[in-house]
T-cell receptor, first 114, second 112 residues
Framework: DVKVTQSSRYLVKRTGEKVFLECVQDMDHENMFWYRQDPGLGLRLIYFSYDVKMKEKGDIPEGYSVSREKKERFSLILESASTNQTSMYLC?????????????FGPGTRLTVT | GQNIDQPTEMTATEGAIVQINCTYQTSGFNGLFWYQQHAGEAPTFLSYNVLDGLEEKGRFSSFLSRSKGYSYLLLKELQMKDSASYLCAVRDASGGSYIPTFGRGTSLIVHP
């Protein structure tokens, strides 16, 4: 079974702090994704990566950056957390995006910025 | 970009059949996914359609009409555990990206 793990289920941070969210997958998937999920807005793509050291902006990249130094690990960084970044963050992975491969999601990190 | 519409909420009775619709507008359609997400949990894959027609998988079926920009997820013999959010995601290859865009999800409540 594919397993996608995220470093924390719940996180509370203060405004202005630098925040790291870590995601690891164990199935040698090429693609990894970071989404945020908010009530009434659904899943919105922040960044994705199709290979080590490669990254592409999603629909809402402002205020975020990412790092992919190893194939199995994809990190989301909030350089200076703000209250409007309070959300559920979901990581996902998949095989190559050009075919019908579904995404496998991690359990999510609920981040609260106070 | 894409415009994906799903009903926000639906209710149904245990044992019944429910159909959750998804309409979309896209210039380079390249596949449609359905995911199930229980409260507080990660989305899990249910089905994938890229050609017109019905795909059946046990109690769940998914239908696609590309000409109408329309899909539905059909859940038969509803069980209480089917209470969840159902996410429609559409892949548009017109911009060279194969990343699916998600709709806002349909919250299904199954009552006894």
């Amino acid at each position: 079974d594919v397993k996608v793990t995220q470093s924390s289920r719940y996180l509370v941070k203060r405004t202005g702090e630098k925040v790291f969210l870590e995601c690891v997958q164990d199935m040698d998937h090429e693609n990894m994704f970071w989404y945020r999920q908010d009530p009434g807005l659904g899943l919105r793509l922040i960044y994705f990566s199709y290979d080590v050291k490669m990254k592409e902006k999603g629909d809402i990249p402002e205020g975020y950056s990412v790092s992919r130094e190893k194939k199995e690990r994809f990190s989301l960084i909030l350089e200076s957390a703000s209250t409007n970044q309070t959300s559920m963050y979901l990581c996902a992975s998949s095989l190559e995006a050009g075919v019908s491969y579904e995404q496998y999601f991690g359990p999510g990190t609920r981040l609260t910025v106070t | 970009g894409q415009n994906i519409d799903q009903p926000t909420e639906m209710t149904a009775t245990e044992g019944a059949i429910v159909q959750i619709n998804c309409t979309y507008q896209t210039s380079g359609f390249n596949g449609l996914f359905w995911y199930q997400q229980h409260a507080g949990e990660a989305p899990t894959f249910l089905s994938y359609n890229v050609l017109d027609g019905l795909e059946e998988k046990g109690r769940f079926s998914s239908f696609l009409s590309r000409s109408k920009g329309y899909s539905y997820l059909l859940l038969k013999e509803l069980q209480m555990k089917d209470s969840a959010s159902y996410l429609c995601a559409v892949r548009d290859a017109s911009g060279g990206s194969y990343i699916p865009t998600f709709g806002r999800g349909t919250s299904l409540i199954v009552h006894p």
